[in-house]
Structure formats: structure tokens, C-alpha cells
């Protein structure tokens, strides 16, 4: 081969590794680094003339080094290529997005590919990593994901008032029931409803009654905890399942919500509107036959509240 042939293949070869649109890297069996092309020093700031011949750790203090070491083990053992992708380890060099301003992340999303280099005599003696630039693929599949996640969270949810539609209360009481029938811990089912609804709806409008209910809502979220169940039955009617509950702790509870209901007041152009609630509750029996006959009961006893004078809560025991 002639000099200048010679001179020919290196620019060319060159001009290949500069222009690719992927990190290649070439590292020894001690990560020194004998190949930087354009698109990692375009990225990290770093000239080839600065990290080649020097350990890849000592510029890039943030790559676990145990753990890059026994990653890339089989490539030089048992010559077979290793990938990382972003999912398992959102990238391997922290370098900045491309996109600061548009995109939704700080730093480049990467997929990474190590290889062996073998030698001519059939010995592995470095390796090549190709860095791949995932961002918009990453940041698609997540923004996929956040989206389902809050499709998930609407399908459960009620729109008024924040708490867990029916469908999906119900869904959960099912389960609960279930739960219920195979331990011994006490669960209470809640029934609830606002007194006089209709006649809210009917002299202050149904904007006055939604904020009521909401009020109620509000109300509810601060008197259970994180481990009860509260939604939105129907209209004005609320069911909650309080777990570990027995009857004299669910008996503190309806008469919380109860007290809170009746000193909230609700403000509606220029008036204030007061509420009271009626309250049914029912322990958990083995003697209830199904799901809804144990609901039934706490209904029952909603009922006997309203009968009884409303404002109050009542309780329902299976005979």
C-alpha cells in the first residue's frame, strides 16, 4: 500500500467515524480508551487527544465502575456482546439532551452496546461500545405511560368530588368481601347521604348542590385514612369501607363525619349554605351471604337514621 493510499483510507475512515450519528468508544481490558469519534466528544466536551490512552473512570467519575467491569466480563471471556438498554440504566454517560428547550429531560436517554474486538490471533484484547441516542424514543414511552396512568386514575375516580367512582368502589368492596370472609381482622361498611338534598338543589340550584357535595367530599377525605376505601356511590350518596375497623371505632368515625359535616358552611353567590348528614353502619359478619347483602345492611341502617330524625347514624348487625 503507498502512502498516499494509506493517507487516503485513514481520511476516509475519519470521515465515517465523524460523521455517524452514534457514540463508538474502543477500550482496552484496563478501559483505557483508544477510540473517541466525533459524536462523544460533540457530547461530553472531551477531545480525543484528551482521553485517549487514559482510563474511561477518570473522566467519567459517575459510570459505576465494579459494575461496568462486570458487565462487560462476558464480552472479553466468553466473547459475546452485552447490551444496556434505558430502561434498566436511563443512560451510561451523562450528557445533556439535545433538545434543552423542547425536551422533557435533562440528560440523553441511551441504549449501549458493547462488542469484542478480536485480534489476529483470536484473542479479545478491547471492545467497542455504540452509544445510542434514545431520547425521543424514551421520552415517547414514558409520556405513553404517564397518559395511561392517568386514563387509569379517570376510569377509577369521580370527577366531582375526587373520590373512587362507583364502578370501581364497588369493584373493591367485592374484593374486600372476599378478603373478609378468609381472615379474622374487622372491616365496617359506611353508608352515607346528605340530608334534604333535593331542597338544596331546589332553592339554591344544582351548581349550590355539587358544591355541597363536594363540601362533604372534602369532609369525608379528612376524617378516614389512607387505608379506607371512600367513593362516590351515587348523587349525594357516599359509601366507605373502613379496614380494620370495628364497630365502636366506626362508630367514632360516622360521628366525626357527622360533626364536621354539620359546622361546614358552604358559600354560594353571596349565601351560605349548611348541610347535615345521615350515617348507616355495618360490621363485617360471616353470617353475611354475599357482598351486597353486607351492603344492604349498612343501606338498612342508613335508612333507620333518616327514619329516626337524620343528622345521625345508625348501625345494622347481621341476625
Known sequence: MTVPSEIARMHWQHEL???IEVGIVVLDKDFRVEVWNQFMENHSGILPSRICETSLF?????????WLRAKADPVFS???PVFVIWEQRAHLFRFGSNRPITSDSDYMYQNVTMFPLTSTTGEVERMCMLVYDVTDQALGKRRVERLNDELKVMSRVDGLTGLYNRRYWQERFDYTFKLAKRRSKPITAMMLDIDHFK???DTYGHQ???KVIQALASVIKRCVRETD???RYGGEEFAIILTDTQEEGAKKVAERIRKQAEETLVEHEGQQISFTVSLGLAEYSSECTSSMAWLELA?????????????QYRIRRQH
Request: charged share 25%; proline share 3%; glycine share 10%.
Open 17 to 19: 467515524l465523524s460523521s
Open 58 to 66: 477518570g473522566h467519567f467519575p459517575e459510570i459505576d465502575e465494579q
Open 78 to 80: 466468553l466473547k459475546t
Open 199 to 201: 331542597r338544596v338543589n
Open 208 to 210: 349550590a348542590g355539587d
Open 229 to 231: 376505601l371512600a367513593g
Open 299 to 311: 343501606d338498612q341502617a342508613l335508612y333507620d337514621a333518616k327514619q329516626n330524625g337524620r343528622n
